[in-house]
């Protein structure tokens, strides 16, 4: 806007946007980072996340530039190279009514993944203290006072935590966490599962545990009793609620697809969720009752459009080890028809491809081509054992197992 960018506050309908405080961001790598705003419960202050130049940054622009730090340049993926440009994450404060801003804290950490608690000046971020948080990935749960700007650790462990969420009363956070030792900031073999614990960072419990599948960033049902979290699920992105203070998990949205963003008031879930036919829209689900989609954003479209259909193909691959692959048709088939198969290979290694909505797959299915995603081991969605299996074995059996979908898939459809 005219105003520069950041945070815009509006009022409810809509009218009257203002910026209330300028956003910096850095081109850091950053994985797993969670919410970057977060309301006062006054209603009249922001917490954000805000990028201000680290110490490093006068050397930036000289000629030769001098480079200090170990992670020299961000990650691949955007298209230049650019080397780092130093800046740090900081949590800051607004005042929505003047726009005075006030920055609660400093260094060369990055903080980020906020929650202000539901009562007082306490807010939640995630940080990675390590001497050399460049080579040693270690996340853990700070809290800081908006009013005093006091820090304080609430976790210390060699594992990692994320996304931590205070309870409606403010007694209790719930994050998402690991139990190995981590050193890299790339994808970790280990499942993230939903934890618990007091306040002061006490009586740490791994409710998740109920559940041997990757589990997303958690929240808290209104009343406090159990906390929502999607689960990875055999290519499937499910909405699960487990209980806070532990025991079995409960189905909340199981359908052939994949729920996104989602949140709970009373009974009550809203969430994104993307079928097999189209891309996502919105749904709602009270107690017990079936799901509601409330909108169809993609319908002028998808009214033109022919969706190929996507079947699962579960095989054995080299070792015996049970393999699922999903394959979408190609249009325009006939019975004689013959039609080439393209091999869509995730990355990560730990994650999932599904039957969900992918326009990639939707393209080449209208061009007579055939598509098959193979979540081959160290995928996830199919438990710990699954994902574990990579480990040791550099470039080894999560190729064998793609050149087995291939062969699967032949076996099973002869046009191909």
Known sequence: GPEGAGIMVSEADGS??????PVEDTNHPLPSTGREMAWAPDGRRLAFVSATPGPESADANGDPMVITRYLYKPTAGEGLTRFNDNRRTHLF????????????????????????APQGDDI????????????????????VSARTRETRRLTSTRSAEY?????PDGTRIAFSGTTRDLTSSETTMEDTHVWVMNADGTGRTEIGKVIDNRQGAPQWSSDGRHVYVTVQDHGTVTLMRLPAAGGPAETVVNARGSVAGFSTARDTVAYAFTTPDAPADLYTKAGGAAPVRRTSINAALLA?????PVESIVFPSVDGTSIEA??????????????????MIHGGPHGQQGPAFT???????AQ?????????????????????????????????????GVDAAIARHAWI
Do not use: C
Not at 98 to 108: A, E, I, K, Y
Not at 359 to 365: D, T
Not at 376 to 381: D, N, V
């Open 16 to 21: 009257g946007a203002r910026l209330v405080a």
């Open 93 to 116: 404060v607004a005042d929505v009514g003047t726009r005075q801003v006030t920055q609660l804290t400093t260094g060369t950490f990055y903080e980020h993944s906020i929650d202000w």
């Open 124 to 143: 939640l971020f995630v940080s990675n203290r390590e001497a050399n948080a460049d080579t040693t990935f270690n996340y853990d749960v700070f809290a």
């Open 163 to 167: 996304s931590p969420a205070w309870s």
């Open 304 to 308: 033109q459009r022919q969706i190929a």
């Open 326 to 343: 999903f394959l979408t048709r190609p249009l325009q088939q006939t019975a004689t028809s013959t039609h080439p198969l393209i091999v």
């Open 359 to 365: 326009a990639k797959a939707q393209v080449y299915a």
């Open 368 to 404: 007579g081509w055939a598509s098959l995603m193979v979540n081959y081991r160290g995928s996830t969605g199919y438990g710990q054992a699954l994902a574990d299996k990579i480990f040791g074995d550099q470039n080894g059996a999560e190729a064998k197992d793609v050149v087995a």
